[in-house]
């Protein structure tokens, strides 16, 4: 298993510009959600999804959207991008039928807004 | 510990010295803890894990301690390698949800 994957490693957005990160993974986990880390920091949740076709806010969700069209796939789609966007992005996955809320994260996202 | 400013609060250690982190949890409603290890550049990684009613549980070398009374979490780690440098983070679950509430995290340096 590749477990959880996330494309690209490094970006450089201008302000206003618009872009999508990738996050897949294939332990056919119902739950999928995206982080933000920023500087002496933890994990910031910006959205999940619970399955297929259903997704929720999390902490931090303004600039931010997503969508599940299946259960192997998580996009986060910034739609105009801003320097506070600056940060690194974690994918993470779990189970949610084994009783363990264990995530199992993604090597991230560095994402540099000029 | 708690996060200053941008800051983390760090725990230096000799190598071979027993290493203790702490992390004070904050919804007395959460009944599952995770700890998680984050080395430099990477995303973070399951150490161990705790129920609440449990008040201990031991893995290889790393120990967790559960205080549900005062709300604090901490992680033990045996012989502390150099390996074991990084960020440790503290997370809560409350029962129904499937989200985790990170703490801002320890940095953990162990000196040769």
């Known amino acids: 298993n590749a477990g959880v994957t996330q494309t690209p490693k490094f970006q450089v957005l201008k302000t206003g510009q618009s872009m999508t990160l990738q996050c897949a993974q294939d332990m056919n986990h119902e739950y999928m959600s995206w982080y933000r880390q920023d500087p002496g920091m933890g994990l910031r949740l910006i959205h999940y999804?619970?399955?297929?076709?259903?997704?929720d806010q999390g902490e931090v969700p303004n600039g931010y959207n997503v969508s599940r069209s299946t259960t192997e796939d998580f996009p986060l789609r910034l739609l105009s991008a801003a320097p506070s966007q600056t940060s690194v992005y974690f994918c993470a996955s779990s189970s949610t039928g084994t009783g363990s809320y264990e995530q199992y994260f993604g090597p991230g996202t560095r994402l540099t807004v000029t | 510990g708690e996060s200053v400013g941008l800051h983390l609060p760090t725990l230096s250690v000799q190598e071979g010295d027993n290493s203790i982190i702490n992390c004070a949890y904050s919804?007395?409603?959460?009944?599952?803890f995770i700890w998680y290890k984050q080395e430099s550049g990477k995303g973070p990684q399951f150490i161990i894990d705790i129920r609440s009613n449990m008040d201990k549980r031991q893995g290889q070398r790393v120990t967790v301690l559960l205080n549900k009374t005062v709300k604090h979490l901490s992680l033990q780690i045996a012989a502390t390698q150099p390996g074991d440098s990084a960020v440790y983070f503290c997370a809560e679950n409350i029962r129904g949800y499937s989200t985790l509430t990170f703490g801002k995290g320890t940095m953990l340096l162990v000196s040769p």
């Open positions: 999804s619970v399955g297929a076709g259903i997704t």
């Open positions: 919804n007395s409603a959460s009944d599952y």
